[in-house]
């Protein structure tokens, strides 16, 4: 399940899912791609939400932005999300694919909304892909976190000129889930755990090596079974 960035759409990333299908390797992988629409405002019958931080304009988001990097965040927002992300999760089990071979991830605050619900869902899945994200309500998600939060393996990729969601955020939000969380480095032999991988010359987007990586890194994760 691919979680859409700050005012895109599920169809954003159905170019990188259709070249991933491609390939022999992964076209036993099923693809979800939602929308933030689904968090509809029922009352207007108004799509998208204002995002603060960009002037109130209104936008596709899965929860408001206050101030980019401020460390005000909207936690109603984004516990609102995660619950709608795991009916997500428990429609694909209900339907007969086993949690650990469900894999959450996203580009930006999508990237954000996976790891909060990735490391805070009852199930185990099989793993978590941020992008350009950093771990947001790190105040309060220690006390969410579930007994699996260590073992999942996770992939981070992040440009180093990410004028946007900085770099250092997301370095120490890595650092954070090291000491707070018990994540442990992903190695050779074993994925379970962050596999962390930081672009030169990169901003706020995904490059080719990323799409790259994270396509290695997506058959170790969920290979045919």
Known sequence: ?????????????????TMFGSDPAMQHIKWVLPHATRLADVATDRPNMPVTANGGMRMPSWFDIIQF??????EPGMLKTVRLLNEIITAEVDAGIP?????????????AMSLLTGLTTERKLGGIVAM??????????????????????????HGKDDPLIRFKWATE?????????????????????????????????????????????????????
Not at 192 to 205: Q, R
């Open 173 to 225: 939000s890595i650092d954070f889930m090291k000491s707070n969380l018990g994540t442990q480095e992903a190695t050779a032999e074993d994925n379970t755990g962050l596999e962390f991988h930081a672009y030169d010359d990169l901003v706020h987007s995904a490059n080719d090596k990323e799409i790259v990586d994270l396509q290695v890194w997506l058959q170790k994760a969920i290979p045919e079974a």
């Open 132 to 157: 350009s994200a950093w771990l947001p309500l790190k105040n309060k998600i220690k006390a969410m976190v579930g007994d699996h939060a260590n073992k999942l393996p996770i992939f981070w990729g």
């Open 99 to 111: 949690a650990n071979r469900i894999i959450i991830g996203g580009f930006s605050q999508g990237g």
């Open 1 to 17: 399940m691919v979680v859409q960035g700050l005012g895109d759409s599920g169809h954003g990333w159905q170019p990188v899912a």
């Open 69 to 74: 990097g401020s460390g005000i965040e909207d």
